[in-house]
């Protein structure tokens, strides 16, 4: 009964979406004011039937309820209850029906939001409801979560263990928001258009969208980099893989689409450009939904084998991209031309920003791409990897991370080059410094990881410079900076706080890849190992049981200059019903590194291969996307008074 | 390493399991070696994985390939020769780097275009924003 009502709101949901999509839009058209305020209304009306839909399919997975096909394929009476709840998007069918509740959420906060014109706010839903009703039709008609089974099995096949994590299990609902988030970017985006239409007014109403979508993007991202360290077993965060990519072009476009609204929202400029990214934001969205959904990345031919649900998403993609580019050539000629500003100013340098994030994302894009269509076009398969990447993709990175530096010390409208690099030179010195002094440190051949630590000195110390600046630190009594840095608007902070955290993570990815330690070695009951100061006795393994797994617990103990510093347990871990293996690795994290230690094969009288990872300054990947992450809900807050 | 079957129950992250890559008894005793192995081994692909290195693979063909790749330079190849002995036998897809050649010219030139078509766009808009300063002013 509840998985009925649970279809049957999805079913409403559908209509009410087809409503929401279609007569507000043409209200909006005709200036049939009936019509456009339909819009609030179906809107509401959409989000409680899809509240009502996702909780049906958590209570089914709560009570267990294997009559449903999803529920037995995805759950098992025995998993812990966070994973029976989390297991509910831990699959397509789930998956989808929490795509359409961040969707009609997001809507929701649209249609709440005030000072929207009547005509804007009925062609923005208008644009969510047609998306909700592509997304809503394929839920229902090709992946039906609540299809039922006769007779009910009396048990289910569980959730694929490594998604039984925390890091993994709130990966998906972050990412979501990242991706839905953008559809209400691309809606705006699609109103101005039709309006023909973009001022400052409209970037204001876009600016926190925009870094919201950013925000949980960033988190999501991180998660899901943090959980394959942490699960992976040897310590590497990120595999350049294209499910992986499929997360990163938006989340750059997005970054992208963060500044070049600032220069539309400041300077009414970079209008056509910021309306375009709105537009390939969300299109990498669904790019991304299309490639994993799809299946085509497994195999082109897995692909055609079963097309319904490809095909379906490819319809969705082709529909919202095809017609926004199409209604955007019609009408981006027609938008009136922005601000004035000089090459050298904040504006170019954010216009610079905005050509390397694109750049980056095309470049991640043809990588992603290239060996599917290679093997359309020719049959030819190459295998597009790491090292592609680090290649063509790290070279473009590194002028954006240098501008950053002159990105915020630059005035608005026209700055004085030799002024602005004049405030940096100190900087600038005591950061070639730092790429001396760290490559003499490290004794490599390689100039580069120490290059990377100088990058990250630069960027934090223009960071702080530009900081200092405004609250005139030292210049002026102290308690007089401190109250200047309180009466900072929320975006000073929130921009300080994610290039800092850029730095971080800079410095995080530098030293992690560049001056890793490992031990790989066989260690028997008794066995000492030193690794990176520390000294590790391994004191023998044995079993364990889980709540739904048996486990394999080693157990060794670390010292240092003979001081008990921590004991460190790696499992190895089997899932009995999905016959499935997985490890877990034992982390003991410091503020500069992780020593990371993996149990692996026995080998024999007690036994075991070891693995054992010094990771210098890896927390701090995950500690810069934080604080980015942070920055950008900080921007969030809307200061109370002072002009917009 | 069964990651295709796994790739459908999850939404956007690569699921791959466990990874293990090297084990104990395929290190060579030469540290120098074993590290051109690594380095190597990097660039190789896993043929039976999904977008993973024979270094990151504890699948069978994985430890077949590190194993040969450490035959190979033990008998004294060069990095150049240890490669091109694998990739006549497995063929191009074993390179996670694809060679430059003519069907990869697009792949490889993808950054240069983007960057370039990029540069010219904003040369252009500057130019005309320049020209619609010239009316409003400064």
């Known amino acids: 009964m509840i998985a009925e009502t649970g279809h049957f709101a999805l079913i409403l949901a559908l209509c009410l979406a087809l409503v929401q999509g279609t007569l507000p839009l043409a ?59 989390t297991g509910v998007w831990g699959n397509h069918e789930g998956s989808l029906v929490l795509w359409v509740l961040i969707l009609a959420l997001f809507a929701l906060a649209v249609a709440l939001r005030g000072g929207l014109p009547l005509e804007t706010k009925a062609r923005v839903l208008g644009v969510l409801g047609l998306i909700a009703a592509g997304f809503l039709a394929f839920s229902l008609f090709t992946s039906n979560p609540f299809e039922r089974l006769d007779p009910p099995p009396v048990d289910g096949r569980d959730l694929n263990p490594i998604l039984q994590d925390p890091g993994l299990a709130f990966h998906p609902p972050f990412l979501y928001l990242g991706y839905v988030g953008l559809s209400v970017t691309f809606a705006f985006a699609v109103a101005a258009l039709i309006e023909g239409r973009v001022d400052r007014r409209w970037a204001q109403w876009v600016r926190p969208f925009t870094l919201a979508s950013w925000t949980f993007l960033t988190t999501g991202i991180a998660l899901g980099s943090w959980w394959a360290y942490y699960e992976l077993g040897w310590g590497g965060w990120w595999f350049w893989d294209p499910v992986e990519n499929a997360s990163f072009m938006p989340w750059l476009a997005a970054t992208a689409l963060l500044h070049s609204t600032i220069v539309t929202g400041k300077r009414d400029a970079l209008k056509s450009w910021t309306i375009l990214l709105a537009i390939l934001a969300f299109s990498l969205s669904l790019l991304g939904t299309f490639l994993v959904r799809s299946g085509v990345l497994t195999s082109i031919h897995a692909f055609a084998v079963d097309p319904a649900r490809g095909v379906f998403i490819l319809a969705i993609l082709t529909a919202a991209i095809g017609g926004a580019l199409t209604l955007y050539a019609v009408r981006a000629p027609s938008l009136r031309p922005g601000g004035f500003f000089a090459p050298v100013s904040r504006e170019g340098a954010l216009v610079l920003n905005n050509l390397f994030l694109a750049a980056g994302c095309f470049t991640v894009l043809t990588g992603t791409l290239y060996p599917l269509l290679l093997d359309v076009v020719t049959g030819a398969s190459v295998s597009v990897g790491p090292p592609y990447y680090e290649i063509v993709f790290v070279p473009l990175m590194v002028p954006l991370l240098l501008l950053v530096a002159l990105g915020m010390m630059a005035p ?10 004049s405030r940096l030179k100190l900087l600038a010195l005591v950061s070639v410094a730092t790429w001396g002094i760290a490559w003499w440190w490290t004794l490599q051949a390689s100039p580069l990881p120490a290059f990377g630590i ?43 706080l994610a290039h800092l955290g850029v730095a971080v993570f800079v410095a995080g990815v530098t030293a992690s890849s560049a001056w890793q330690t490992e031990i790989i070695r066989t260690m028997a009951p008794g066995d000492r190992q030193d690794i990176a100061g520390y000294t590790l006795v391994f004191e023998g393994a044995g079993m364990v049981a889980g709540p739904n797994y048996d486990a394999e617990r080693g157990t060794f103990v670390v ?33 500069f590194a992780d020593l990371y230690v993996v149990l692996g094969d026995a080998a024999g009288e007690g036994a075991h291969v070891v693995r054992l990872y010094h990771n210098p300054l890896v927390p701090w990947i995950w500690g810069g996307a934080l604080l980015m992450a942070a920055g950008g809900a900080i921007g969030l807050v809307r200061r109370k008074t002072g002009p917009p | 390493m069964l990651r295709p079957l796994l790739l459908p129950g999850l939404l956007l992250l690569a699921l791959p399991g466990p990874l293990h890559g090297v084990e104990p008894d395929e290190i060579l005793a030469d540290p120098a070696m074993e590290a051109r192995a690594r380095d ?28 040969i790749l450490r035959q190979r330079i033990e008998a004294g190849d060069s990095d150049e020769a240890a490669v091109d002995w694998i990739v006549e036998r497995y063929g191009d897809y074993v390179l996670l780097k694809p060679p430059l050649r003519g069907d990869t010219a697009m792949l490889w030139g993808a950054p240069l275009v983007a960057l370039a ?7 252009f808009a500057l130019r005309r924003n320049r020209h619609a300063g010239k009316g409003d002013g400064p």
Not at chain 1, 469 to 476: K, N, Q
Not at chain 2, 117 to 123: F, H, K, N, S, T
């Open chain 1, 412 to 421: 608005w409208k026209r700055a004085d080059l030799a002024g602005v690099l």
């Open chain 2, 40 to 67: 190597l081994g990097r660039e190789l692909r896993c043929l039976v994985c999904q977008n993973q290195s024979i270094e990151d693979s504890d699948a069978p063909l994985a430890r077949d390939l590190r194993v």
């Open chain 1, 559 to 591: 010292t240092a200059d003979g001081r008990h510093i921590t004991r460190l347990e790696p499992e190895r871990r089997s899932y009995l019903v999905q016959a499935t293996r997985t490890t877990e690795a034992a982390i003991h994290t410091t503020l």
């Open chain 1, 27 to 85: 209200g909006a058209a005709r200036g049939h004011e009936a019509w456009m305020k339909l819009a609030t209304g179906a809107a509401l009306a959409q989000a409680a039937m899809t509240m009502i839909a996702f909780a049906a399919l958590t209570l089914a997975y709560i009570h267990s309820d294997f009559s449903l096909r999803n529920v037995f394929e995805n759950s098992h009476s025995l998993k812990p209850m966070l994973y029976k709840v």
């Open chain 1, 454 to 496: 100088a990058l990250s000195v630069w960027i934090a110390g223009s960071v702080i410079l530009e900081y200092g600046e405004r609250i005139r630190i030292f210049r002026c009594p102290l308690r007089q900076s401190w109250r200047r840095a309180r009466q900072l608007p929320a975006a000073s902070h929130a921009m300080s």
């Open chain 2, 117 to 123: 078509a990029g540069a010219l766009v904003v040369a």
